[in-house]
């Protein structure tokens, strides 16, 4: 028989697998918000990075399928639609991501803390993932910063976000 996974990290990791979805629909709302603010290049860079946290969000689910545990789906809560301004819109991303951290850090105490062995290289992975998400999105922040409230500046960073994809 294999080693069950711990029901406490299998319940926790679910738990994560919806943060990650949720993480994808907020982004996909900035997204839209980003193309009803005429910027393409912000959407198009928002719309990747939602795939990315689906992708975030199937890691986990695989895993939990090769564990033989169970994948539980909840609701997700209605992202937001609108921002003041595109700065508030990626504040609010990078403050998700600070909170995503959060989360991936008890993951990781507690795969640690329940001698879940197996569970921890999944969290090495993510926990090196934070540290590129957040450097990610700080340095988009600091860039629309620098754009302040300057059309044709937003607009040129616009154009470098289209060919970029969601990194
Ligand atoms: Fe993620
Ligand atoms: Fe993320």
Redesign the pocket.
């Given at each position: 028989m294999p080693v069950p996974l711990n029901p406490r990290v299998a319940e926790a990791l679910n738990r994560q697998v919806n943060n990650e979805l949720k993480?994808g629909h907020v982004y996909l709302a900035m997204s839209a918000y980003f193309d009803a603010q005429e910027l393409p290049g912000f959407a198009a860079w928002f719309r990747a990075?939602s795939g990315?946290?689906i992708g975030?969000a199937m890691r986990i689910y695989d895993y939990l399928v090769k564990r033989d545990a169970r994948v539980e789906l909840t609701a997700i809560d209605q992202p937001r639609k609108d921002h003041a301004t595109p700065e508030a819109a990626i504040a609010a991303a990078l403050a998700m991501?600070t909170e995503?951290t959060g989360q991936i850090n008890e993951l990781f105490d507690l795969a640690h803390e329940s001698k879940e062995y197996g569970t921890q290289p999944l969290m090495h992975w993510f926990l090196e993932?934070?540290v590129n998400?957040e450097d990610l999105f700080r340095r988009l922040l600091d860039q629309v910063k620098a754009a302040a409230d300057n059309r044709w500046h937003l607009l040129v960073l616009d154009r470098e976000l289209a060919g970029r994809g969601g990194s």
């Open positions: 993480a990075h990315e946290e975030h991501e995503v993932e934070q998400e």
